[in-house]
């Protein structure tokens, strides 16, 4: 395992261009098993769980080629088995994206409960209950056993919940069904659409991309297709908060700012202003950070939802931005029970925090922090830990980087030609 060793104090600088989407990326890769022709991914990012993914594909008995320049190339003209391999299973929560596609090709899956970060309680109800919708059996003990021996059939389905993964595996599991299904309360992210633009690309009938609402014609086969992963939103929220916490000046290229309306709203709430360029966004340097108090001067509240509202993936960086902005705001995270604990940390910096609840804190700030050795419990908490060590001050250590080279691709390098100080040593 590896450790980052970051020298804080020093704004940011410079121009960065975001990956593409790690949750778009991750069902693509599954939708390959949708077809028996070739499907070419370019712009998916060079991350732990892309490979996670493409092993499993590939462990299915699909051919997956990686090419430097972010292209995959996947055929999976003939499945070898359907039982997913244990292992990368239990490495990735993302490993129950394969469910949906393998299921609609061959009527079976065999998968095991899925690993990945320990934020919160991660419920498999909405999958499964798609899942049965459509005809399936499912046999949930140690491992998950799902049969479709008559196929899948259309179905009108409402969500228990509007999940991200669920909706993706209902998705691809609709596509080859026969007849009409209708997914409600579907989830329905930057992510979400980008899959449905590649399912749509190999010969889907899907109406109603973008809403909460999507009608999928079933069809008797799909084709192969090219399509390119769009830039990863949390990706450019981490750099807004990057910028915005070191005091420095940056544009992120081609930041999708279409998609960014309610994260600027999110960070507005801590004064950060940003400007949008076209398709890149500006974040000017030497901002001074207040909490913005509502209209009757109340006390602001930061807070996530399913989309369109703010992305829970970005709560822990709008946290770290919080602590250098003067004042108070609470922070209501809706949808994981553990998300929040990564506070200890920030406390542990000098950040003034409390924890109210698993889903509520109060932060005062702004804080000097101090540089500290703290571990990355899961992918977000891990980029937040690390702005909170770009803007302290001294050196801190970030232990357990695996969990963020999980989600974001060469995050040091990318950092250093920003002008920050930051090392990637080998843990002892
Ligand atoms: N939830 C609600 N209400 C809803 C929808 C969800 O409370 O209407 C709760 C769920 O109960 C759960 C949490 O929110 O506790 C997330 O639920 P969801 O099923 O949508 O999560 P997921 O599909 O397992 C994907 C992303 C996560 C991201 C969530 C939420 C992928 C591969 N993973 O997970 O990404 O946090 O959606 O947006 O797409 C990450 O990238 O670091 C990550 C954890």
Same mark, same amino acid.
Not at 311 to 338: C, H, R, Y
């Given at each position: 395992m590896e450790k980052l060793i970051i020298d804080g104090g020093i704004p940011l600088h410079g121009t960065v261009t975001p990956s593409g989407n790690k949750n778009e990326a991750l069902p693509a890769l599954a939708a390959a098993l949708l077809t028996d022709e070739e499907v070419v991914l370019s712009n998916v990012p060079l991350i732990g769980d892309a490979r996670t993914i493409a092993g499993l594909v590939a462990d299915l008995g699909a051919d997956v080629t990686w090419s430097d320049d972010h292209r995959v190339t996947i055929r999976a003209q003939h499945l070898r088995t359907t039982v997913l391999n244990p292992a990368l299973c239990r490495s990735a929560r993302a490993s129950i994206l394969l469910a949906g596609p /393998?299921?609609? &090709?061959?009527? /079976? #899956?065999d998968l095991y409960p899925p690993g990945g970060c320990k934020i919160g309680r991660r419920r498999v109800d909405t999958h499964f209950l798609a899942f049965e919708a459509l005809g399936a059996t +499912?046999? $949930?003990?140690e491992t998950f056993v799902i049969r479709a021996p008559h196929g899948l059939h259309g179905q009108d389905l409402f969500l228990? !919940? $509007?999940? #991200? *993964? $669920? *909706? !993706?595996n209902a998705i691809m599991a609709a596509v080859l069904a026969k007849g009409t299904t209708v997914i409600r309360n579907a989830a329905c992210e930057p992510? #979400?659409?980008?899959l449905c633009r590649l399912l749509t690309a190999m010969g889907a009938q899907i109406d109603g991309i973008g809403s909460n609402i999507l009608t999928i014609q079933g069809v008797d086969r799909l084709h192969g297709a090219e399509h390119r992963i769009g830039p990863d939103i949390v990706e450019v929220g981490s750099f807004i908060g990057m910028a915005a916490a070191t005091g420095g000046g940056v544009t992120i290229r081609q930041a999708a700012p279409e998609h960014l309306r309610m994260i600027l709203l999110e960070f507005a709430k801590l004064g950060v202003q940003a400007e949008v360029r076209g398709d890149d966004v500006f974040i000017p340097s030497g901002q001074t950070l207040k909490a913005v108090p509502e209209v009757n001067g109340g006390v602001p509240k930061l807070?996530?939802?399913?989309?369109?509202? %703010?992305? /829970?993936d970005l709560m822990s960086v709008l946290i770290v931005v919080a602590t250098q902005a003067a004042g108070t705001v609470l922070v209501f995270e809706k949808m994981f029970e553990? &998300?929040?604990? %990564? +506070?200890?940390?920030l406390i542990q910096m000098g950040a003034q925090i409390v924890l109210c609840d698993p889903h509520r804190a109060v932060v005062v700030g702004p804080s000097v922090l101090r540089g500290g050795v703290v571990v990355s419990p899961d992918i977000r908490a891990g980029i937040a830990l690390v702005i909170a060590a770009l803007c302290a001050k001294g050196r801190s250590e970030i232990r357990n980087i695996g969990q963020i080279d999980r989600g974001y691709e060469r995050i040091d390098g990318r950092l250093r030609a920003l002008g920050a100080r930051v090392e990637r040593i080998a843990e002892e």
């Amino acid at each position: 395992m590896e450790k980052l060793i970051i020298d804080g104090g020093i704004p940011l600088h410079g121009t960065v261009t975001p990956s593409g989407n790690k949750n778009e990326a991750l069902p693509a890769l599954a939708a390959a098993l949708l077809t028996d022709e070739e499907v070419v991914l370019s712009n998916v990012p060079l991350i732990g769980d892309a490979r996670t993914i493409a092993g499993l594909v590939a462990d299915l008995g699909a051919d997956v080629t990686w090419s430097d320049d972010h292209r995959v190339t996947i055929r999976a003209q003939h499945l070898r088995t359907t039982v997913l391999n244990p292992a990368l299973c239990r490495s990735a929560r993302a490993s129950i994206l394969l469910a949906g596609p /393998t299921l609609a &090709r061959c009527g /079976t #899956v065999d998968l095991y409960p899925p690993g990945g970060c320990k934020i919160g309680r991660r419920r498999v109800d909405t999958h499964f209950l798609a899942f049965e919708a459509l005809g399936a059996t +499912v046999d $949930a003990g140690e491992t998950f056993v799902i049969r479709a021996p008559h196929g899948l059939h259309g179905q009108d389905l409402f969500l228990d !919940e $509007a999940s #991200v *993964t $669920a *909706t !993706e595996n209902a998705i691809m599991a609709a596509v080859l069904a026969k007849g009409t299904t209708v997914i409600r309360n579907a989830a329905c992210e930057p992510h #979400v659409q980008g899959l449905c633009r590649l399912l749509t690309a190999m010969g889907a009938q899907i109406d109603g991309i973008g809403s909460n609402i999507l009608t999928i014609q079933g069809v008797d086969r799909l084709h192969g297709a090219e399509h390119r992963i769009g830039p990863d939103i949390v990706e450019v929220g981490s750099f807004i908060g990057m910028a915005a916490a070191t005091g420095g000046g940056v544009t992120i290229r081609q930041a999708a700012p279409e998609h960014l309306r309610m994260i600027l709203l999110e960070f507005a709430k801590l004064g950060v202003q940003a400007e949008v360029r076209g398709d890149d966004v500006f974040i000017p340097s030497g901002q001074t950070l207040k909490a913005v108090p509502e209209v009757n001067g109340g006390v602001p509240k930061l807070d996530d939802g399913p989309w369109p509202q %703010f992305p /829970t993936d970005l709560m822990s960086v709008l946290i770290v931005v919080a602590t250098q902005a003067a004042g108070t705001v609470l922070v209501f995270e809706k949808m994981f029970e553990n &998300r929040l604990f %990564f +506070v200890d940390s920030l406390i542990q910096m000098g950040a003034q925090i409390v924890l109210c609840d698993p889903h509520r804190a109060v932060v005062v700030g702004p804080s000097v922090l101090r540089g500290g050795v703290v571990v990355s419990p899961d992918i977000r908490a891990g980029i937040a830990l690390v702005i909170a060590a770009l803007c302290a001050k001294g050196r801190s250590e970030i232990r357990n980087i695996g969990q963020i080279d999980r989600g974001y691709e060469r995050i040091d390098g990318r950092l250093r030609a920003l002008g920050a100080r930051v090392e990637r040593i080998a843990e002892e």
